[in-house]
Nanobody, 116 residues
């Protein structure tokens, strides 16, 4: 049974940094592309960063140059390093696979608040 557990969110001032973690289980993790999504109040969930099984990365324009996605296949984990945070980055952040999100259950997410 697939399980995704996000952690690492919190309250940070504008310009600050956070590192999110996602622990995955119930699948052969190394075979799947993974991504970080976010959903702000009143908005649709959006994909902000992806990493393929080979480690190739892609980012939404809104976070390019500020966020870095990485993975550790030995730990079945995916990370999101977020730097230069802006108030508009505030959201609940989730991990899932862009190719399997229709089938895998979503975790509880981790709240990121950016405020002075």
């Amino acid at each position: 049974q697939v399980q995704l557990v996000e952690s690492g969110g919190g309250l940070v001032q504008p310009g600050g940094s956070l590192r999110l973690s996602c622990a995955a289980s119930g699948m052969i993790f190394r075979l799947y592309a993974m991504g970080w999504y976010r959903q702000a109040p009143g908005k649709q969930r959006e994909l902000v960063a992806t990493i393929t099984s080979l480690g190739n990365t892609n980012y939404a324009d809104s976070v390019k140059g500020r966020f870095t996605i990485s993975r550790d296949n030995a730990q079945n984990a995916v990370y999101l390093q977020m730097n230069s945070l802006k108030p508009e980055d505030a959201a609940v952040y989730y991990c899932n696979s862009p190719t399997m999100a229709e089938y895998w259950p979503w975790g509880q997410g981790t709240q990121v608040t950016v405020s002075s």
